[in-house]
C-alpha cells in the first residue's frame, strides 16, 4: 500500500478494546474511533460498561459494549460470534483489561497471584485465539497488547503483575511470528506510569512513588492516557503494516536513563 495520510485512517475498520470503560482502554477506544473506527468493547461490571457506552456517546464515538470476563474463553467465545452478528467481523484487538496487585511476594497466595496471571496474561490469549480465525480468514488483522514498564523491569510488591506483563511481550513476539504471514500484526504498547484509576494509590499528595516517578521519568512528569492515543492509531492503522512483534514503549523517556542525580 503506498503511504499517504490516509494510512492513518481506520475508516471502515472495526475495533475491540478490552475493558475500555474508563481510563487507558477507553482513550484507545476513543482515540481508534477519532480515526474512523466502529469501537466495540467489554468491560466485567455492568454498570462500569453503562457509563463507557454513555462517554462514547458523549465523545461523538460509535460504540457497541459487552459485559464478559476476558479470562472465560465460553463467555469471549459467545461474544465475539455477538459482535460479528451485530457489528462484523473485527479488525483490530486491543488487549487492555488488566489489574494488578501490590503485595510483598512472600505475603502473596497462590490464588492473588493466579488472579493477575489469569487477566493480564491468560485473557489476552484467550482473546487473540478468538479473534485470530475471523482475521486469518479476512487477509489482515492487527493486535496490539497493552504491556508495561513491568514487560521490562521489575520492582518491589508487583511480582505477578511483571510476569503476566513479561509473558504478554513474549505472546506478542509469538504471535507476530505465527501469524505474521496473514498479514497479521501483533505489537504491544508498553506505557510509563499513566494517572489513572489503577495508578491512583501511588499518585496520593506526599506519596514517595509519586515524586519518585516524576525524578525517574525524563519528560519530568505522569504520563495521561491522552498520550497513548496517537501510539495506539499509529499500530492500528495500515502506517504500521510492515511493523510486527514490536513493544512501543510510550514512558517519557524512563526505560532510557537511570534517572538523574540527586
Ligand atoms: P484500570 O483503570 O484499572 O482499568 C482496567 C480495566 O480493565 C477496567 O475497565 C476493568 O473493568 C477492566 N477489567 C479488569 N479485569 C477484567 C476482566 N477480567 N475482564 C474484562 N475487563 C476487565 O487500568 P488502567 O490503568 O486503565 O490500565 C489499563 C491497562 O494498561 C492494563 O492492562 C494495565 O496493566 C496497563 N498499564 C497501565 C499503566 C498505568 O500506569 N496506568 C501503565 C502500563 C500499563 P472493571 O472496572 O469493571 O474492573
Ligand atoms: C506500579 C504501577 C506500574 C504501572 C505500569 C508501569 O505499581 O508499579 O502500577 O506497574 O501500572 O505497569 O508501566
Not at 461490571?45 to 479470562?71: P, R, W
Not at 499513566?194 to 509519586?210: C, D, S, Y
Amino acid at each position: 500500500m503506498e503511504f499517504s495520510m490516509d494510512s492513518f485512517s481506520l475508516k471502515g475498520k472495526i475495533a475491540l478494546v478490552t475493558g475500555a470503560s474508563y481510563g487507558i482502554g477507553f482513550a484507545i477506544g476513543s482515540s481508534l474511533g477519532k480515526a474512523g473506527a466502529t469501537i466495540v468493547f467489554n468491560d466485567i461490571n455492568e454498570e462500569f460498561l453503562e457509563k463507557g457506552l454513555a462517554a462514547y456517546k458523549e465523545a461523538g464515538i460509535e460504540a457497541h459494549g459487552y459485559v464478559s470476563d476476558v479470562t472465560n474463553e465460553t463467555q469471549i467465545q459467545e461474544m465475539i460470534k455477538k459482535i460479528e452478528k451485530d457489528v462484523g467481523t473485527i479488525d483490530i484487538l486491543v488487549n487492555n483489561a488488566g489489574i494488578i496487585k501490590r503485595i510483598p511476594m512472600i505475603e502473596m497466595t497462590p490464588e492473588e497471584w493466579r488472579q493477575v496471571i489469569d487477566i493480564d496474561l491468560t485473557g489476552p490469549f484467550i482473546m487473540a485465539k478468538a479473534v485470530l480465525p475471523g482475521m486469518i480468514e479476512k487477509g489482515h488483522g492487527k493486535i496490539i497488547n497493552i504491556c508495561s514498564l513491568m514487560s521490562e523491569l521489575g520492582r518491589e510488591t508487583v511480582s505477578a503483575y511483571a510476569a503476566a506483563k513479561g509473558g504478554l511481550k513474549m505472546l506478542t513476539k509469538n504471535i507476530a511470528a505465527e501469524y505474521g504471514e496473514h498479514n497479521i500484526q501483533c505489537n504491544g504498547i508498553g506505557p510509563g506510569y499513566i494517572e489513572t484509576p489503577q495508578t491512583a494509590p501511588l499518585r496520593v499528595e506526599g506519596h514517595p512513588f509519586n515524586n519518585f516517578i516524576i525524578d525517574k521519568t525524563p519528560a519530568a512528569r505522569w504520563g495521561t492516557p491522552e498520550d497513548l492515543k496517537g501510539p495506539s492509531v499509529f499500530l492500528a492503522s495500515d502506517a504500521s503494516n510492515f511493523v510486527n512483534g514490536h513493544i512501543l514503549y510510550v514512558d517519557g523517556g524512563i526505560l532510557s536513563s537511570i534517572g538523574k542525580q540527586p
